[in-house]
Nanobody, 125 residues
Framework: VQLQASGGGLVQAGGSLRLSCAAS????????MGWFRQAPGKERELVAS????????YYVDSVKGRFTIARDNAKNAVYLQMDSLKPEDTAVYYC???????????????????WGQGTLVTVSS
């Protein structure tokens, strides 16, 4: 499975960005998907995840109400809509996918077998 993340960039605080992750190589609809981020000097953390089906989602507390994860199985893609961005959201964002079908939104990084390259999100104050 190959994952390709895109959509990062520089945005002012309060602005929005939409990250995309395109998947190829297997039946995408069978994978739980997630977005992680890693800020300089910090460990990688899960931001949001979505189950293979029926769609259940998980958000870390710091992004609840601001970020939305969504998947489009017809396009083999998962998205992260980020609104009301804050400087503390600055990080490299990674998408990940599981190798097994999930009925829950996977939370542990060890659950993910496939990773995309990172896309940098910089939020200026």
């Amino acid at each position: 499975v190959q994952l390709q993340a895109s959509g990062g960039g520089l945005v002012q605080a309060g602005g929005s960005l939409r990250l995309s992750c395109a998947a190829s190589g297997r039946t995408f609809s069978n994978s739980g998907m997630g977005w992680f981020r890693q800020a300089p000097g910090k460990e990688r953390e899960l931001v949001a995840s979505v189950s293979a089906g029926p769609s259940k989602t998980y958000y870390v507390d710091s992004v609840k109400g601001r970020f939305t994860i969504a998947r489009d199985n017809a396009k083999n893609a998962v998205y992260l809509q980020m609104d009301s961005l804050k400087p503390e959201d600055t990080a490299v964002y990674y998408c990940g996918g599981t190798s097994y079908r999930t009925t829950f939104a996977p939370r542990l990084s060890s659950s993910y077998a496939y990773w995309g390259q990172g896309t940098l999100v910089t939020v200026s104050s």
